[in-house]
């Protein structure tokens, strides 16, 4: 059974400042998805991993995956009040499962003037 | 504009009915799938569909129906099997191409069970 954990579950910090979400899964997979959560709100694609040493940034926030070690980072930097939020992880299934995807518990963010 | 439709957006229903949430998607998508999450939780898979006219269970099934009788659609009906059916219900289709590979969520539905 593929299990998915994210660490921190909360993180309160401050504007300016420099962080980053950690993924890490169970078993074998090569596609990572990072999506964003705004409170009462549906989930927005922020990135797609689909390979070992993949890196992709928008704005201030960059996502990297290592299969090997099955693991994933997003990394905020110079955080603004704007990315407060909560942010998900999810692992990708195999095409003969739907492509199911495996969500982490989510990291609440809270960006603090 | 493409997009995900979910409806209703609120959902009340009384302890032993049935109700049904409509998503409907013309993105063109194959492969469609049904979400619950609880409060504070992450997502967990309800049921997915690859093409129409087939459907799989996901890791929650129990007290769950679907049907894909179209491209578009794929409704889920909500039993009265189904214990604890409070929840945000979130609807989803699934883009492949070249490179690309992303579910795409629809607005979502807040179903509470009075």
């Given amino acids: 059974e593929l299990k998915v954990e994210q660490n921190p579950l909360f993180l309160s910090m401050q504007e300016g400042k420099n962080y980053t979400i950690y993924c890490n899964y169970s078993t074998t997979s090569d596609r990572l998805y990072w999506y964003r959560q705004d409170p009462g709100k549906s989930l927005e694609s922020l990135f797609v991993l689909l390979s070992n040493g993949a890196v992709k940034q928008e704005g201030r926030l960059m996502a990297s995956l290592d299969t090997k070690a099955r693991l994933s980072t997003l990394h905020i930097t110079a955080a603004v009040h704007d990315l407060s939020a909560t942010y998900f992880c999810a692992v990708g299934g195999r095409k003969t499962s739907g492509s199911r995807l495996t969500f982490g518990e989510g990291t609440q963010l809270t960006v603090n003037p | ?114």
Avoid at chain 2, 2 to 31: M, W
Avoid at chain 2, 94 to 110: I, N, S
């Fill in chain 2, 1 to 114: 504009d493409g997009g995900i439709t979910q409806s209703p957006k609120y959902l009340f229903r009384k302890e032993g009915q049935n109700v049904t949430l409509s998503c409907e998607q013309n993105l063109n998508h194959d492969a469609m799938y049904w979400y619950r999450q609880d409060p504070g939780q992450g997502l967990r898979l309800i049921y997915y569909s690859q093409i129409v006219n087939d459907f799989q269970k996901g890791d929650i099934a129990e007290g769950y129906s679907v049907s894909r009788e179209k491209k578009e659609s794929f409704p889920l009906t909500v039993t009265s099997a189904q214990k604890n059916p409070t929840a945000f219900y979130l609807c989803a289709s699934r883009k492949e191409a070249l490179g690309q590979d992303t579910q795409y969520f629809g607005p979502g539905t807040r179903l509470t069970v009075l």
